[in-house]
């Protein structure tokens, strides 16, 4: 099982911004969907974006225009810009990177934590 690597995270105000990397500790082939998740305590795992590996995005509604995923497919990493944090988006951040087909995974980071205070 390949490791995800997850940095970025921390503490920050209201209105502040974070930016969250996601990358494998070893080479993987590429993954088909890479995306963030978010877990704040006491609540279900939410997708909060994904991005396919033709770049196509898709968003929580309540973070879109605010956060932005991208990918980098060469080392196979995913980012997720967050601006204009708020501090309902507090929760441990997941990343997920998943391949179907041929030399199949579903790979989880550890999770990193980001909080905003008010």
């Known amino acids: 099982q390949v490791q995800l690597v997850e940095s970025g995270g921390g503490l920050v105000q209201t209105g502040g911004s974070l930016r969250l990397t996601c990358a494998p500790a070893?080479?993987?082939?590429?993954?088909?969907?890479m995306s963030w998740h978010r877990q704040a305590p006491g609540k279900q795992r939410e997708m909060v974006a994904t991005i396919s590996k033709d770049g196509i995005t898709d968003y929580k509604d309540s973070v879109k225009g605010r956060f932005t995923i991208s990918r980098d497919n060469f080392k196979h990493e995913v980012y997720l810009q967050m601006n204009s944090l708020k501090p309902e988006d507090t929760a441990t951040y997941y990343c997920?990177?998943?391949?179907?087909?041929?030399?199949?995974?579903?790979?989880w980071g550890q999770g990193t934590q980001v909080t905003v205070s008010s």
């Open positions: 070893k080479t993987i082939v590429p993954p088909n969907v």
């Open positions: 997920n990177l998943v391949r179907d087909g041929v030399l199949r995974f579903d790979l």
